[in-house]
């Protein structure tokens, strides 16, 4: 059964702080594994990592992907109050006729001022 | 460019009344269409997907059914709500074998309370 899991559930820090989320996988013939921002409604696209050891980079947010261990992480430096939001890490593997896209139970980052 | 509409935005149902959720897409043809579900707090969980018309996969089985009945519409649907039936749901798209960043699209989402 193909599965995600992120880690920590939840997190609380002061502004300043970095923070590293945690997601691990089990997917049936793996394509690639997504992160996305989510604050009220429509989650938002972060990153695409499909390679092992490539970061990906975007301002203070970067990720990078093991492939061997079954695992990313997302890293967030210098964190702001704007970064409070549920993270969702999502894997896309093979489904009947297509890839679907399989998303952990999220991290819920609170950043205080 | 491609969009997605998803209504209503919010919903009160009883329990027992039936449920029916609308997800259109624009600007793209033969997409992969998802519904998920998100409980208060927790992950998105994915319901259904379809690769094409009449075309539905069912990922975990449940009180929901969802129908395709054109290529860029997809319907949840339930004949009997229960109060587990709340929570957020989420449409979105995909181009098949997409090899772009951005693969998966969603809607604005509807905020189903059933009581």
């Known amino acids: 059964e193909d599965k995600v899991v992120q880690s920590p559930l939840s997190l609380v820090v002061h502004e300043g702080d970095t923070v590293t989320l945690n997601c691990s996988y089990e997917?049936?013939?793996?394509?690639?594994l997504l992160w996305y921002k989510q604050e009220k409604k429509a989650p938002t696209f972060l990153f695409m990592l499909t390679s092992s050891g490539i970061e990906k980079k975007s301002g203070r947010l970067s990720s990078i992907l093991d492939k061997k261990e079954l695992f990313s992480i997302l890293n967030i430096t210098a964190t702001q109050t704007g970064d409070s939001a549920v993270y969702l890490c999502a894997v896309e593997g093979i489904g009947s006729g297509t890839y679907k896209y399989i998303f952990g139970t999220g991290t819920r980052l609170k950043v205080l001022a | 460019s491609q969009t997605i509409h998803q209504w209503p935005a919010t919903l009160v149902q009883p329990v027992g009344s039936p449920l029916s959720l609308e997800c259109t897409v624009e600007?793209?043809?033969?997409?992969?269409l998802y519904w998920y579900r998100q409980a208060a707090g927790r992950g998105l969980q994915l319901l259904f997907y379809?690769?094409?018309?009449?075309?539905i996969s069912s990922e975990v089985p449940q009180n929901l059914s969802a129908s395709r009945p054109q290529d860029r519409q997809f319907i949840l649907s339930s004949k009997k709500l229960l109060l587990s039936d709340s929570g957020f749901y989420l449409c979105a798209w995909s181009v098949s074998f997409a090899d772009t960043n951005e693969k998966l699209f969603f809607g604005s989402g509807t905020q189903l309370s059933v009581l």
């Open positions: 997917v049936t013939n793996f394509r690639s």
């Open positions: 600007g793209t043809s033969n997409p992969n």
């Open positions: 379809s690769v094409g018309i009449g075309q």
